[in-house]
């Protein structure tokens, strides 16, 4: 089935004209990658989902519910994480401080903790540190960690892989292979195509504020002249 639908979505921030008409569908359980070269759109699409731009015209629902009339804390209410790009932690408080701020009514599952820490055993050994204190690898994964304390419908995460190194890179896809193990429903932007090939099943691709190619990330992987086509990877050379 599926869970969120965006069919002729437009945007404007200020005068410019940014989303123009996207297309895409996310379904149930499943992890959609959506790529696309800089500027293209992403988080903005990521952003106008989550109420934080409004959509000026198009159709936007999840599972049925219109979301363009509501605002970000009623979208947030119904389910939907958001992990933005470069979104940092709280430096002076813990791991698992960090966390509980996460949860609602401060409230925190202990065993939903135990098991989000066994997907980032990182933050596991440093759940009484500074946040300040671990490296830029570790503080993402925590970022992502926190979107995973309350159970959500469907996660919006933003480029994780930015600035980590490569080593790093393969940490997270494995912790997001374990969270996909619970069927969360995961819309990922990605520009690093080793992660967007190892946990996408669908991809959307956006150019110039439009979908412009929806399909399986299977199929996309491989084919070489496809990728170049796309998003200008070439040949047989990425990472
Ligand atoms: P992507 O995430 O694909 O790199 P963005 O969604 O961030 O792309 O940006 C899409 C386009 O919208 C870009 O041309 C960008 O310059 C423009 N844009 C994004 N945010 C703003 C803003 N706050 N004000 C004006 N233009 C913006
Ligand atoms: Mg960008
Ligand atoms: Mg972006």
Redesign the pocket.
């Known amino acids: 089935a599926e869970l969120l639908r965006l069919e002729g979505v437009h945007t404007h ?2 005068q ?1 004209h ?1 989303l123009q008409g996207v297309d895409l569908v996310v379904p149930e359980g499943e992890l959609t990658m959506l790529l ?1 070269r ?8 990521l952003r106008t989902i989550m109420g934080m731009w409004r959509a000026s015209a198009g159709e936007l629902g999840l599972a049925g519910t219109d979301l363009r009339p509501l605002a970000t804390p009623d979208i947030a209410r119904l389910g939907v994480g958001y992990v933005p790009e470069n979104m940092g932690v709280f430096a002076a408080l813990t791991v698992r401080e960090n966390m509980l701020l996460a949860a609602r009514d401060g409230a925190m599952d202990e065993s939903r903790l135990e098991w989000i820490f066994s997907l980032f055993p990182a933050l596991k050994k440093f759940w009484g540190l500074p946040a300040g204190n671990l490296s830029g690898g570790q503080k993402q994964m925590l970022s992502i960690a926190r979107a995973m304390i309350e159970p959500r419908r469907l996660i919006l995460i933003d480029e994780p892989s930015k600035g980590l190194a490569p080593a790093i890179v393969d940490a997270l896809i494995e912790a997001m292979r374990e969270l996909k193990r619970t069927a969360t429903t995961i819309l990922m ?1 990605e520009q690093n195509f080793r992660m967007a090939q190892a946990l996408g099943d669908g991809v959307a691709v ?1 150019d110039d504020g439009r979908v412009v190619h929806a399909g399986r990330m299977a199929e996309l992987a491989a084919d070489p002249a496809l990728q170049a086509r796309l998003l200008g990877l070439s040949l047989g050379a990425h990472q």
Do not use: R
């Open positions: 921030i200020g410019y940014i696309g800089n500027g293209a759109g992403k988080t903005t699409t932007v956006m």
